[in-house]
């Protein structure tokens, strides 16, 4: 059963950072990619950004040039650097793996933008 565990979600104010990490239980380079999405009150949940397996990546318009998404091998983490935060960005931001035509999915860390 292949888990994903994300973490470093939380409060801030605008135009700070938050680092999300999804921790999968499996080696990572056994999925095709893995990313991140994020589904905000009332919303489709939509991509937010998406790596590769040969490390190609993937970023939603509204989060070009303040996201970044990056990967450690070693420790099976994709990592979600979110910087310059609106309040737009508030959601709860889900870790994906995929493989073939199977998603796997991890829990959620909410986010939440505000003065």
């Known amino acids: 059963q292949v888990q994903l565990v994300e973490s470093g979600g939380g409060l801030v104010q605008p135009g700070r950072s938050l680092l999300l990490s999804c921790v999968v239980s499996e080696n990572m380079f056994n999925f095709n990619s893995m990313g991140w999405y994020r589904q905000a009150r009332g919303k489709l949940r939509e991509l937010v950004a998406e790596?590769?397996?040969?490390?190609?990546?993937t970023y939603a318009e509204s989060v070009k040039g303040r996201f970044t998404i990056s990967r450690d091998g070693a420790e099976n983490t994709v990592y979600l650097q979110m910087n310059d935060l609106r309040p737009e960005d508030t959601a709860d931001y889900y870790c994906?793996?995929?493989?073939?035509?199977?998603?796997?999915w991890g829990q959620g860390t909410q986010v939440t933008v505000s003065p």
């Open positions: 790596i590769n397996i040969g490390g190609r990546t």
């Open positions: 994906i793996a995929r493989l073939l035509r199977t998603d796997y």
